[in-house]
């Protein structure tokens, strides 16, 4: 069915259509209606969810953490600062390979304060052990919180997915979103079968281990298998759910125009969309550029990004947030794919700090810059200076 | 792809009114965007809220820089903000008000189609008191959309929290606010 809603309603529909055992949320600007509509289903006895209304965010994560290892399935959302204070916990839930779900309205991070989006509160949790998602849309959005159910309780996966949407820009934006039939999306996330919830008397397990120099290693190698084995399942997730919803989800990132393309931007989020009406126009008048948009952020798909950029002469890596002391954490994971092997001439260029507007003409620069570029060169796009 | 903004002041329906048209858009079988601009929010502030359409996916997440429809809703705004700004001179700019065209293109300089009416009184007569769906009733005659479907469309969303006698005199308003604004289209 095609409604025209927000980001956020986007997000809350497929909550409820997913409907999990557990909600632990606490508002914070510009996640807060996500929390508000989850909490009026429950009010109004639509969903069964028992909703935990926290003290803060890091109690948000704390209660995740609990009710996901007592077995049963959560999801959470938060932005910005709200992250920031959810990190202790997240890690924890990481370690724990508890399939947590969490939309992230992203956000800046203070001082100064400011509400807009960047990436900033991603980049935080970069390290985290979290599965990273960025979406484009409110579509996307949507899909993707539906995929992300069967991508974190995935057995050899098991591990917090976050689904990054873009802050007012999409969150408080209306846009077309096609959902797809109630029945078919709990048909498709399934019921959850936790393997070793704690409630369990007859089997009782022991959970938040001591481990000592040991152990402590080997559970952690022992954590990387979950994210190297989330790409597959990754694949077979989009590929089941691209032939129930009929829209195409194949691949680790969308290549736009970019088997020819020359000059090409990497980017996430929602300056992709605004890109691609970049590209057409620039392409309409003769110019070979391309775009690849990552929708896989963690674990990262440097392998095959590589491959899909080796044809290109020069590459504009576009981070939306500073990596203090060196360049974008983007543009370095890019370029990590081709380590001691020659590739495209690489820039980095930074971004739409604190909500700053990324229109169509700074994206045509950025194409018109890729013209004389220099490996290691970082760019501020759109600063004042 | 047609891209509006509306200028209008905390409290006053501006961005309720770009949502509804994004609905009424919709179901014509377009693709649409709406979203508001965020600052300080507060009742009486400037507030800007923006729609874009199109017969193909919309693709572009920029702010609105060359709009081909302003609509004032407060026409105390044309004084203390630019509201012709970027608005493309073959556009349309549509205002709020009791005076005469003439004395708005005076006040603006536009020199592209203005339609001056009075919407906070069509609003009073009709007993609504909201000038933003006359306002809207203007937008969709510009925009050369179907009235019945926008009626259609209004009145399934104002029945979500309004009493029908309320629906019925808001329907009114944006009848009067179509008909102020019917016959001029938008480029055209």
């Known amino acids: 069915m095609r409604k025209v809603m927000t980001g956020h309603k986007a997000v809350a529909e497929a909550m409820r259509q997913i409907e999990p055992d557990v909600v632990a949320v606490y508002p914070i600007t510009p996640q807060s209606e996500i929390a508000e509509y989850y909490a009026e289903y429950v009010h109004n006895g639509i969903v069964k969810t028992e909703l935990i209304p926290v003290e803060s965010e890091h109690s948000a994560m704390s209660a995740c953490v609990g009710a996901s290892a007592a077995g049963a399935r959560v999801i959470t959302a938060t932005a910005s600062q709200g992250l920031a204070l959810m990190v202790e916990v997240l890690y924890v839930a990481a370690g724990l390979r508890l399939p947590i779900v969490m939309a992230l309205a992203n956000r800046s991070l203070s001082a ?19 599965i990273q998602i960025f979406a484009e849309s409110a579509q996307e959005a949507y899909d ?8 974190a309780e995935n057995a050899k996966v098991r591990l917090p997915v976050i689904v990054n949407l873009d802050g007012f820009t999409l969150t408080h934006s209306s846009q077309v979103v096609e959902t797809l039939p109630d029945e078919a999306v709990k ?19 022991t959970w938040g281990v001591f481990a000592m120099p040991d152990y402590y290693f080997e559970l952690k190698r022992a954590q990387q298998a979950g994210m190297e084995a989330a790409p597959e399942a990754f694949l077979e997730i989009q590929k089941a759910y691209s032939e129930l919803c009929g829209r195409p989800y194949k691949g680790f990132f969308e290549a736009y125009k970019l088997d020819d393309a020359e000059r090409v931007i990497v980017v996430m989020g929602s300056t992709a969309g605004t890109a691609k009406a970049v590209v057409d126009e620039l392409r309409d008048k003769g110019e070979r550029v391309g775009l690849l948009k990552v929708w896989l952020w963690r674990p990262f798909p440097r392998a095959e990004i590589a491959e899909a950029l080796a044809g290109a002469k020069a590459v504009a890596v576009m981070d939306r947030a500073i990596s203090f002391g060196n360049l ?9 794919g081709f380590a001691g092997r020659p590739g495209p001439t690489f820039v980095n260029y930074i971004y739409g700090l604190g909500g700053r507007d990324v229109p169509m003409e700074h994206i045509a620069e950025v194409f018109e810059g890729l013209k004389e570029a220099e490996t290691g060169e970082l760019r501020y796009l759109g600063l004042r200076e | 792809m047609v891209e509006i903004r509306w200028h209008g002041r905390g409290g006053q329906g501006a961005k309720t009114v770009s949502q509804i048209l994004a609905q009424i858009v919709l179901r014509e079988g377009k693709h649409v965007q709406a979203f508001p601009e965020y600052g300080p929010e507060r009742s009486g502030a400037p507030v800007r809220a923006y729609d874009r359409i199109s017969e193909d996916e919309i693709r572009v997440h920029s702010g609105v820089y ?13 004084e203390s903000e630019n509201t012709t700004e970027g608005l493309k001179p073959d556009g349309v700019l549509i205002v ?15 020199p592209g189609k203005i339609i001056a009416f009075d919407a906070t009184k069509i609003a009073q007569e009709a007993g609504t008191g909201f000038p933003n769906v006359p306002m809207l009733g203007a937008v969709v005659a510009v925009l050369g959309t179907e009235p019945g479907i926008a009626e259609e469309e209004l009145r399934e969303t104002l029945s979500h929290r309004l009493s029908p006698e309320v629906v019925e005199k808001n329907l009114k308003a944006f009848r009067a606010g179509y008909d102020a604004a019917k016959g001029v289209y938008v480029g055209g």
């Open chain 1, 112 to 130: 100064p304060i400011n509400i807009h989006c960047d990436h900033s509160d991603a980049y935080l949790a970069r390290d985290s052990g979290a």
């Open chain 1, 328 to 336: 974008g954490a983007l543009y370095l994971d890019v370029v990590s």
């Open chain 2, 66 to 78: 060359h709009p081909d429809i302003v609509v004032v809703i407060d026409e105390t705004l044309l």
């Open chain 1, 144 to 151: 993707y919180m539906i995929m992300a159910q069967k991508l």
């Open chain 2, 96 to 110: 709020n008000t009791s005076r005469s065209e003439e004395e708005i293109r005076k006040a603006t300089g536009f």
């Open chain 1, 187 to 205: 048909d498709f996330v399934g019921e959850y079968d936790p393997p070793y919830p704690l409630l369990d008397v007859d089997r009782p397990v």
